[in-house]
């Protein structure tokens, strides 16, 4: 069976309160995740419907699911939010879409009502540290 990808490819997109509650057992990339670096410029398919390539500064991660290679990238140039997991045979050449959400960048917290973790607080961190670098 050939499964065909791209244009037919309907993206998981959940509101900010679904992608919370999905990733609320992951923990925040802060309190240490993996090494992305390797992985830079490695592709992923977003929730804004384009190919970014990932990158430390303008995509970072902002959650991780305990090393298993899933985590969620906060990309600068479309404002969305992505899980995504690392795929490769030798070596990790494509990050697989697991979901997305919007990035509601004017709502109050971002739109997220978790207190443990804060993910809105989280985001800041890579805001500030990330995103404002590459301005
Ligand atoms: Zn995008």
Redesign the pocket.
């Known amino acids: 069976m050939v499964l065909i990808l791209g244009a037919n490819y309907k993206m998981n997109i959940l509101t900010t309160k679904e992608f919370e509650q999905k990733v609320q057992g992951w923990k925040i990339y802060s309190r240490g995740g993996l090494n992305m670096s390797p992985y830079t410029n490695v592709p992923f398919e977003?929730?804004?419907?384009?190919t970014?390539k990932y990158n430390n500064i303008y995509t970072p991660p902002f959650m991780d699911n305990h090393g298993n290679g899933q985590m969620c990238l906060m990309?600068k140039?479309?404002?969305?939010l992505?899980a995504v997991e690392l795929k490769g045979t030798f070596n990790i050449d494509r990050m697989q879409n697991l979901f997305s959400c919007k990035f509601e960048e004017k709502k109050e917290r971002y739109g997220f009502t978790l207190n443990n973790p804060k993910i809105d607080d989280e985001i800041n961190i890579w805001i500030e540290e990330r995103w404002n670098l590459g301005k």
């Open positions: 977003c929730g804004c419907g384009k970014h990309v140039e479309c404002k969305y992505n």
